[in-house]
């Protein structure tokens, strides 16, 4: 496997599940991101790792919750989710300098398609 | 308003076009993405760039700090060109990236 991996790639889930999302990088990269992107809304920021540990959450409702158990490896969990969660959940890796996170290039994997019913 | 903006939002070429998508921003900035998303939602970064000109294959991005402003040019577009290609900044003294809404450009053979 090469670059950022996810799975699952597509998830349909009810309001009362409980899902985990995944994310591998197989870049050595230092950092790692979570972005959702709704429709007809410009991708969001959720949160950044590095080095394992979590730097950034814009104000992300709890229900949501990542967890980054070494640095090629992501996870989102996903409990008692809405309607309005329903988008593309992207995963992205860098390698970051002293700069800051987003001075270097970010590569993404493809995405998971969550839909909440 | 929101603090980066594109133009267009919709864009259709005919195969061999000189493309053009412009970028505007109200924000200090430490550096400029220009993203390429593809239909089944995947994303690549295609530069990234924070003064002048950086020129990859057919595609060519350049950044005027002082005007706030970039471009990402396509010559001799191609129908697999067409996506959605999208301007983020990486904000000045905070590390915060912020994303325009993106261009869909689809180009015909």
């Known amino acids: 496997e090469t670059g950022v991996t996810q799975t699952p790639r597509h998830l349909v889930m009810g309001m009362t599940n409980k899902k985990s999302l995944k994310c591998e990088q197989h870049?050595?990269?230092?950092?790692m991101y979570w972005y959702k992107q709704s429709a007809k809304k410009p991708l969001e920021l959720m949160f950044v790792y590095s080095l394992e540990e979590r730097v950034e959450n814009n104000s992300v409702p709890s229900r949501f919750s990542p967890e980054c158990p070494n640095s090629s490896h992501l996870f989102l969990h996903l409990h008692t989710l809405q309607p309005e969660d329903s988008a593309l959940y992207l995963c992205?890796?860098?390698?970051?300098?002293?700069?800051?996170?987003?001075?270097?290039?970010?590569?993404f994997g493809p995405g998971t398609r969550l839909t909440v019913l | 308003k929101n603090e980066v903006e594109q133009s267009p939002q919709n864009l259709t070429a005919q195969e061999g076009e000189f493309i053009t998508i412009n970028c505007s921003y109200s924000v200090g900035i430490s550096a400029l993405h220009w993203l390429q998303q593809h239909p089944g939602g995947g994303i690549v970064s295609l530069f990234m760039l924070s003064s002048g000109k950086k020129k990859h294959g057919r595609l060519i991005a350049t950044i005027n700090i002082q005007e706030k402003h970039s471009s990402l040019h396509i010559t001799a577009s191609h129908p697999r060109d067409s996506a959605v290609y999208i301007c983020a900044v990486a904000l000045h003294n905070t590390d915060k990236l912020i994303f325009g809404t993106g261009t869909r450009l689809q180009v015909f053979p």
């Open positions: 870049l050595g990269h230092n950092a």
């Open positions: 992205a890796s860098s390698q970051v300098k002293t700069s800051g996170f987003f001075t270097d290039t970010q590569y």
